[in-house]
């Protein structure tokens, strides 16, 4: 999301006139785009601000502007930990950001918009601004309903907005017709999308709108399509029998449980039951494709006990995860949780950290490993950083593939034949596509 805002801010900013430079030292104005889903990032922003500043010493008239879930947060705040910032601008003020840097330039000295999107504010993102020329992200919904007791994302990002599916259906045949391989549909909860008129989404039938709008993105025929993240609770089966149906609809399925404990999830008010996600990711394990499936989990929550703890590791255990996004609980101010009294010490934190990701490892390497042999198919994205004789790219199941590979290959999609599993990586052989058989995922 942070990555797709940065863009549309971006388009805005080059539509107003205004030059995108790599470096501090070439700028007039700084933004930094912030995250607040966790302490240490937010902390991070006032340790940049002040790097920012240090680069530029004899520039009186650079202008620092803070955007993003801090900026929306912490509304005036920021100005007072950190007074040498000109402009703080909230999530939904990224259309406004040209005319925000021109108060700041006429002499105001705290600039400060939180206010809500424009009735005509646009999605539209310039080719040029996205992060890359092969994958593109295309948010679907903003916000969040669902008060999670740990997590900030509705107090920082407003309640849920469904974006028209007919906007994104253009959206995505003008990414196809630029050459874009993959699309991503993105959103905090992308299977909650529900947009206010039906437009776009006719003749395309699903159980929900989000499985009709898969099945409307799909008969574009855009190679790729994935989508993240998916809510457990809104998670309905019509959703795998869409990917079925259309090979374009990739194997990825990201659902987030957090935690094993049914006391914990309550805690969480998740809306969920360790019983209904199994049953959810039943179908996803049971589909006739071999779906990936990746997750969240977060321990040490308040009141997190080692019972607690080793249901979380039991479901793991079970669930058999392609991979995990691990973390420690962070207590934001604002949120349920931040008033729980019984928290768990850092330390133990740490430890359950450690013992959950040498389960998942563990299970992460099994999975890997019964890769090699197999010929996955891969979109080339770009050279790899490790070494210039090797291309990266992903999978459709969304593992990190890297081949040997000239650069001529990039934005292709190839057959690899895996020939050895990393941790968090697949290596592989580019083979000729004629000569294989069977396409695994
Ligand atoms: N909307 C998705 C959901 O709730 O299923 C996830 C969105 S959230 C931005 C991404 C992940 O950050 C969450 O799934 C959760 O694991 C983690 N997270 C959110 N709040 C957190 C907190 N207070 N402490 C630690 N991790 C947190």
Not at 205 to 219: E, K, M, N, Q, Y
Not at 228 to 250: G, K, M, Q, W, Y
Not at 260 to 274: A, C, E, N, T, V
Not at 311 to 317: K, P, Q
Request: aromatic fraction near 6%; include cysteine; hydrophobic fraction near 35%.
């Amino acid at each position: 999301m942070n990555v797709a805002d940065s863009e549309r801010a971006a388009t805005g900013l080059r539509a107003s006139g205004y030059d995108l430079c790599e470096s501090v030292d070439d700028a007039d104005v700084v933004l930094l785009n912030t995250c607040s889903v966790r302490e240490k990032a937010e902390r991070k922003v006032y340790t940049r601000i002040g790097e920012v500043r240090a680069a530029r010493p004899d520039k009186q008239d650079l202008l620092v502007g803070v955007m993003g879930c801090v900026a929306q947060l912490e509304g005036k705040a920021v100005f007072e930990h950190a007074s040498s910032v000109n402009m703080v601008i909230g999530t939904r003020a990224t259309d406004r950001i040209s005319s925000l840097i021109e108060r700041a330039r006429d002499g105001e000295r705290k600039v400060l918009d939180l206010g809500e999107r424009g009735e005509h504010d646009s999605w539209d993102v310039s080719p040029v601004e996205r992060h890359s020329p092969h994958v593109a992200f295309i948010p679907i919904i903003e916000g969040c309903n669902k008060f999670c007791s740990f997590c900030i994302v509705p107090y920082s990002r407003g309640r849920e907005r469904s974006r028209p599916a007919t906007e994104i259906i253009t959206e995505v045949k003008r990414l196809q017709a630029l050459g874009y391989k993959e699309i991503h549909l993105i959103g905090q909860n992308v299977n909650s999308y529900r947009p206010r008129v039906e437009d776009g989404l006719e003749g395309f039938s699903g159980a929900t709108p989000f499985c009709r709008l898969l099945r409307a993105v799909a008969a574009t025929g855009l190679p790729r399509i994935k989508f993240t993240t998916s809510f457990p609770r809104d998670f309905h089966p019509d959703i795998v029998a869409a990917i079925e149906e259309n090979p374009n609809l990739c194997d990825w399925v990201h659902l987030p449980v957090q935690s094993g404990s049914d006391r914990i999830l309550k805690l969480m008010r998740r809306g969920h039951k360790r019983s209904d996600y199994l049953a959810r990711i039943e179908r996803v394990k049971n589909s006739k494709r071999r779906l990936a499936l990746t997750s969240d989990v977060i321990v040490g929550f308040p009141g997190e006990t080692e019972e607690d703890f080793q249901d979380t590791i039991s479901l793991v255990s079970q669930c058999e995860y392609d991979s995990l996004y691990l973390f420690k609980y962070s207590k934001r101010a604002g949120t349920p949780a931040a008033e729980f009294r019984e928290t768990v010490p850092e330390k133990e934190k740490t430890a359950r950290f450690l013992e959950l990701e040498k389960v998942q490892r563990a299970a992460q390497e099994k999975i890997y490993t019964s890769y090699v042999g197999r010929t996955l198919s891969v979109l080339a994205e770009r050279q790899s950083s490790r070494s210039e004789a090797d291309l990266t790219g992903h999978s459709t199941c969304h593992k990190v593939v890297n081949f040997s590979g000239t650069r001529n290959l990039e934005g292709e999609i190839v057959d690899v034949i895996v020939t050895a599993a990393k941790t968090n990586s697949l290596y592989g052989t580019l083979i000729n596509r004629s000569a294989v058989g069977v396409r695994g995922t």
